[in-house]
């Protein structure tokens, strides 16, 4: 599984797990968008690159679901359960990371492996505060 979080000292800005199986990648993401909002969904990108975001699992193929839940729950585990859009303990333990840039105004954690290209790819129809 690869992660990425970027996070500023109130809100996560960019939450991302995805693996990839069989040139496709399955994943899900939560962020703040600006405003209050946040959002979090499912994705899955084929193998020629075309984007399918959705909140219902079921949209998915069946064969994807084990690996669905996996991610999510991982996902979760840096995700404050109490204060929607804050980082869990765990999550602020990232900031300290070797793997972790700090920048002006937040930080941002990426897993080695992560494809950075896969942030352009979902920024263009997921409408965060931060864009690449």
Known sequence: MEHYLAADKYKIRANV???KINNIYIGSFFGYEGHGCVADSIF?????KKLQLDYDIYKFPKILHKDIFKIEKFRSKFECNTNLGSLSKIGKKL???LDTEVFDGHWEYGTEDFDLSLLKKLSSKWSLLIRW
């Open 95 to 97: 900031k300290k990371s």
């Open 17 to 19: 797990v995805y693996s």
């Open 44 to 48: 899955l990108i084929d193998k020629k």
